[in-house]
């Protein structure tokens, strides 16, 4: 044996005593490392697995966050559109508030309004009710005086041997008449409302026979009646024919008529009432003497029919036949007692 090869040997051998224990060392140590290593391998996916699981429980818990979240945001976008919606709401009612508190003082000034209107019609009726009562009572006072007269006239004529028969309901009394479109056009249909339009102001001439203007129970008697005055420059003095052509070509406003006469409807004339009851009565009426009467009684019953027929617009159309017709006043009357079954 070499000497190189004994050195090789005791290096061998010395290698030997020295690495075998660090071989075993290693290999034990490569054991502990291999089981800490599959230990810490087992404790990282132990760790990572708490680490998924905490991860799974935090993406939960962040999913029901956002979820709280969308919910929280869901009702506050609800709550703000509530609120504007009230608000809206608040406003709507306000505007109805103010609009019923508007409509309110409107039925408030209505009411009032209403309430005053009904106090001036309830005086103006009672206004009214009165001056009707008034008019009525000055009728009856007018019809009893009428009556009273005719009683005293029935006596006087009785004294004379003259007997009347019944009254018609033809009154052939004076009366003022107007064209009835410029009555109608300026409110004027009694004699009292043409005393307030005189008295107002307005300029009307009155057409007048001589006489009605002189006597003493005529014109100016009747202006202290009513309370007025046509004024001497407005009063046309004429015929008494003439009157009513005066008053149909416009010549005069305001015209004395009688009654009865046939021109008032041929002429379109409107009688003023006479309201106050100045004119006395001119009632027709049949008067027959005494003696006559009692050979002949039934003559009174026949006069009486007549009597009986007789009224203003019946005799204005029996005058205006013959006025305006020219009709002669036999035939007028023949016709009239014809058609009403007197003979």
């Not at 006489?211 to 202290?224: H, I, N, Q, S, V």
Request: hydrophobic letters at 45%; charged letters at 25%; proline letters at 2%.
């Amino acid at each position: 044996m070499t000497t190189t090869t004994k050195i090789f040997v005791i290096l061998v051998c010395i290698f030997s005593f020295i690495l075998t224990p660090l071989v075993i060392a290693y290999a034990a140590q490569k054991e502990n490392w291999r089981k800490l290593a599959n230990d810490t391998r087992a404790e990282l996916n132990i760790a990572y697995a708490s680490q998924q699981s905490a991860l799974a429980i935090l993406n939960a818990e962040e999913a029901r966050y956002a979820a709280l979240q969308k919910r929280d945001l869901d009702r506050y976008l609800d709550l703000q559109q509530q609120y504007a919606r009230l608000q809206t709401e608040l406003g709507d009612l306000s505007r109805e508030r103010d609009e019923l508190k508007r409509s309110r003082d409107a039925w408030t000034t209505s009411a009032s309004l209403l309430t005053a209107e009904m106090a001036v019609k309830t005086a103006h009726n009672k206004e009214l009710t009165d001056a009707k009562e008034a008019a009525l009572s000055g009728e009856r006072e007018l019809q009893t005086r009428n009556l009273q007269l005719v009683d005293r006239v029935k006596e006087l004529d009785a004294q004379k041997g003259i007997v009347w028969l019944n009254p018609s309901q033809a009154n052939n009394t004076y009366g003022l008449a107007m064209r009835a479109a410029d009555a109608g056009e300026k409110g004027i249909a009694s004699i009292s409302d043409l005393a307030a339009a005189v008295n107002d102001g307005q300029s009307l001439t009155f057409g007048s026979n001589a006489e009605f203007y002189a006597r003493p129970d005529g014109l100016k008697p009747l202006e202290t009646a009513y309370g007025f005055e046509f004024g001497r420059a407005n009063v046309k003095r004429m015929d008494t024919g003439l009157v009513y052509q005066a008053l149909r070509d416009g010549q005069v406003d305001v015209g004395l008529v009688f009654a009865t006469d046939g021109r008032i409807p041929a002429f379109d004339f409107t009688v003023l009432e006479d309201d106050q009851g100045y004119f006395p009565s001119y009632a027709l009426a049949p008067v027959i003497r005494t003696e006559v009467l009692e050979a002949n009684p039934g003559i009174g019953d026949l006069l009486n029919e007549v009597s009986a027929k007789l009224d203003d617009q019946v005799m204005a159309a029996l005058n205006a036949s013959v006025d305006v017709d020219k009709v002669s006043v036999e035939n007028a009357a023949a016709k009239f007692l014809q058609d009403n079954g007197l003979i």
